[in-house]
């Protein structure tokens, strides 16, 4: 099992817009039966305005497989591209971790 990690930095005073962002596309995957995304933000973190969507899956092909959405289901990838447009203007960087669960 995996741990992927989202990092991301977001411009002052846009942790909210994004939190958002990141809540309706985990309903959206709970809905596709695609898992589930805690999201989290910063109490202390290596920078102020830090977001991270965890989610766990069993292989990397799995991730692959999530990342490019669901090709049985065009209304979801509208429905999500609707949810992800103009996030690039929320976010200022970020990073991928990815963790082999071990226990």
């Known amino acids: 099992m995996l741990l992927i990690r989202e990092v991301m930095y977001c411009k002052p005073g846009k942790v909210r817009p994004m939190v958002e962002k990141s ?56 429905e999500f591209e609707a949810i992800m447009k103009g996030y690039h203007d929320l976010i200022e960087r970020g990073r991928r971790e990815i963790y082999k669960i071990e226990g």
Do not use: H, Y
């Open 23 to 78: 809540l309706a596309i985990s309903n959206l995957m709970k809905k596709g039966k695609m898992g589930s995304v805690r999201v989290l933000t910063d109490v202390c973190a290596e920078q102020f305005w830090t977001l991270v969507m965890e989610i766990e899956v069993p292989t990397m092909k799995a991730f692959e497989e999530m990342m490019e959405g669901p090709k049985d289901n065009p209304e979801a990838m509208k």
